[in-house]
């Protein structure tokens, strides 16, 4: 298991018993008084949360199964091919509507009343503090932002959780990421993410849990993008802490919170790396992937763009949508730019159409799509032709995410994403005008 220690620091052991939050969620879901990095244990599951492309003929390993062991904990979301862009995803789309109908799940978010599975995972409050819940999504660690230990499995392993409600983990050393100061005038929770990974890199094999006064200040929402990328850190799981923020949050849904988790004072963390947010600016990454190849929006300033976009679970937010509206207010799409925003659910985008965020955004030449993944991983609704050059607010940027190999994808904040798609080319935001005089 490799953890690169570059640039932070490791604080002492504490005593045996104290533990990082993770490990008090691995505890409690296997049993166990206790665990520590490099123990093995098999876990209970709260929430298994299916998708669409999971009941696919291309799905590898997956059988319909005999039975389920707790059908009340599963989810079953259509969210990637909606709607059905092909005859294999209505297919698939059909089979996941008899696996609900046979097995009795009452979670089941058919088109017409669904969203990317993160977003809905959000809305309906399937992510609780202190719980442990897998997706059949890379992205899980989304869940992560509400104080909940979330990560994606494979479609053999997903089909064990339905079948026996539980399966295992290796326990991973934790790295305390500290956050301090507030974001400025332009940065958001995808500027977080992007500093993380052009000042640490990779935190492959260990787990991240963020603590420090900076986590307070920070809304839900960048809290939901910053944990929605912590696999793009190669994070095993992300967890924020439950604090009055995410306490209200769950109070607006009706739900009570019974098992939030904290680190114990002592617990032993692995190394930690310190960002004060009050230092950032807007970032993007280069196209090919994002550890160890950002830089400012500034410096990459002039790039040509045929496309920009503005969604996914990292970024399909109401919050996206708002802040694309007001900047968008008034003005045009650059001529040869396109402009493709989607809501990350069909709650977002009825919440977004009574506050009249959609038409500044249609008027100015912009494209609202059904709630989807669709162009985020290449599917449909955005597909990228050869040697098109694109600046995404998604959640990926190598080579074929979002379509051609040989098209180049950079990845940015929504704010960042919108003052380019104005502009025509890569344009810090905060060159577009004073953002707070709008």
């Given at each position: ?22 490990e ?55 969210d ?20 609900a ?5 009452r ?20 992510a ?10 890379s ?21 064990a959780?339905a ?25 958001e929770g ?32 960048d ?26 949050h769950?109070?607006?849904?009706g ?18 790396w310190?960002l ?39 970024n ?22 396109r ?77 960042t ?10 344009t ?11």
């Amino acid at each position: 298991m490799a953890l690169d220690l570059a640039d932070s620091t490791a604080p002492a052991a504490g005593p045996a018993t104290a533990m990082t939050a993770v490990e008090k969620v691995l505890a409690r879901a296997s049993a166990s008084e206790a665990v520590a990095p490099g123990d093995i244990v098999v876990t209970a599951v709260d929430r298994a949360v299916l998708l669409d492309m999971q009941f696919s003929s291309t799905a590898i390993g997956w059988r319909e199964p005999r039975r389920l062991a707790h059908p009340e904990r599963l989810a079953v979301v259509i969210d990637h091919a909606v709607p059905a862009p092909s005859v294999n995803d209505a297919d698939g789309a059909r089979r996941a509507r008899t696996f609900a109908r046979r097995f009795g799940v009452r979670d089941f978010f058919d088109v017409g009343d669904h969203g990317i599975c993160h977003q809905v995972i959000a809305e309906r409050g399937l992510a609780r503090p202190g719980e442990l819940l897998v997706c059949s999504d890379s992205h899980t660690t989304a869940a992560g932002a509400f104080n909940c230990a979330a990560r994606g499995v494979g479609t053999l392993e997903m089909l064990a959780v339905a079948c026996t409600g539980s399966t295992w983990f290796i326990v991973a050393p934790t790295i305390e990421v500290v956050l301090t100061g507030e974001l400025a005038t332009g940065c958001e929770g995808k500027d977080v993410f992007l500093a993380l990974a052009s000042r640490f890199g990779s935190a492959h094999g260990a787990n991240l849990e963020f603590r420090g006064d900076g986590v307070g200040g920070l809304s839900l929402h960048d809290r939901r993008t910053v944990a929605t990328q912590c696999v793009e850190l190669d994070a095993e799981f992300a967890l924020f802490p439950c604090d009055e923020r995410l306490r209200a949050h769950f109070a607006a849904l009706g739900i009570a919170i019974a098992t939030p988790v904290a680190a114990d004072e002592g617990a032993c963390f692995a190394a930690r790396w310190e960002l004060d947010l009050a230092t950032l600016e807007p970032l993007v990454a280069r196209p090919g992937g994002v550890l160890g190849n950002v830089e400012s929006a500034r410096s990459a300033a002039g790039v040509q763009l045929d496309q920009c976009f503005v969604g996914s679970c990292a970024n399909g937010h109401l919050e996206d949508l708002a802040l694309a509206a007001r900047l968008l207010a008034g003005r045009r799409v650059a001529s040869g730019t396109r402009l493709i925003v989607t809501p990350a659910s069909q709650g977002v985008y009825l919440e977004a159409a009574r506050r009249g965020y959609l038409e500044p955004i249609v008027a100015a030449g912009g494209v609202v799509t059904n709630s989807t993944c669709g162009a985020c991983f290449g599917h449909h609704m955005g597909v990228l032709g050869e040697d098109e050059v694109c600046l995404t607010s998604s959640t990926r940027n190598f080579a074929g995410r979002m379509g051609s190999p040989r098209a180049a994808v950079w990845l940015g904040s929504t704010a960042t994403v919108i003052a380019s798609a104005l502009a025509g080319r890569i344009t810090d935001p905060r060159d577009l005008e004073p953002l707070d005089a709008r």
